[in-house]
């Protein structure tokens, strides 16, 4: 059973489009993080996400806590090549908060 | 600030051997530290916490005999994968967390080959 279900987990999109990826969950979260990871490297934080509701935008990408910290979604808009690679959503499970638990992961192509 | 050494950051072993990785927080205290699995093209899988002068916690179905946690100080966690088998062949990435703080540090992970 996964606790932290993301979808897609696999976008292949044309330059210029726009896309959201989700990651939705029975458990309650105190946070939530997004990470963008390269092949053979360790994932890098983008984003992280503590109150219900909140929503965090960094250039082209919008993010956004449920209001019941149970689930988040991720907005790329205008997708570039660059964006081209894996993101990943994890959440930190409110009655354990030590733990970090990762979603499956969306890899992202962008084609030019 | 936040920077997570992880090394060696390849290693290619024969079977039956152990195989040593490190994981350091450079500027910053962790008391936890989180070793994770992937493979390829899939997201991380939680293995272990590691917590600073106790024993590991290992998640279901994850061999604590196999895959030896050691937190031995506030910046050092280390994985012995022993007795190393083909099938232990993954990529590896620890992750510490500074006490009082959300946010967790990555390492750049161990690609380990078992021959």
């Known amino acids: 059973t996964q606790l932290l279900e993301q979808s897609p987990q696999f976008l292949s999109i044309q330059e210029g489009e726009n896309l959201t990826v989700y990651c939705n969950s029975s458990?309650?979260?105190?946070?939530l993080q997004w990470y963008r990871q390269e092949p053979g490297e360790g994932p890098v934080l983008l984003v992280t996400?503590?109150?219900?509701?909140e929503v965090k935008k960094l250039k082209r990408l919008t993010f956004q806590f449920g209001d019941a910290r149970k689930d988040s979604s991720l907005h790329i808009t205008a997708a570039q090549p660059g964006d081209t690679g894996l993101y990943l959503c994890?959440?930190?499970?409110?009655?354990?908060?030590?733990?970090?638990?990762f979603g499956q992961g969306t890899t992202l192509q962008v084609k030019p | 600030g936040a920077v997570v050494s992880q090394h060696p950051s390849r290693v290619i072993c024969k079977s039956g051997t152990s195989v040593k990785i490190e994981c350091r927080s450079l500027?910053?205290?962790?008391?936890?530290m989180f070793w994770y699995r992937q493979f390829p093209k899939k997201s991380l899988m939680l293995m272990a916490t590691?917590?600073?002068?106790?024993?590991?916690?290992?998640e279901q179905g994850v061999e604590k005999d196999k895959f030896l946690i050691n937190h031995a100080s506030l910046t050092l966690s280390t994985l012995t994968v022993t007795s190393a088998h083909p099938e232990d062949s993954s990529f590896y990435i620890c992750?510490?967390?500074?006490?009082?703080?959300?946010?967790?540090?990555f390492g750049s992970g161990t690609r380990l080959t078992v021959v």
């Open positions: 992750s510490a967390r500074k006490k009082t703080a959300y946010g967790y540090t």
């Open positions: 458990s309650v979260f105190s946070s």
């Open positions: 996400v503590v109150t219900g509701g």
């Open positions: 994890a959440g930190a499970l409110i009655i354990d908060t030590g733990k970090l638990i």
């Open positions: 500027d910053f205290q962790a008391t936890t």
């Open positions: 590691s917590n600073e002068g106790s024993k590991a916690t290992y």
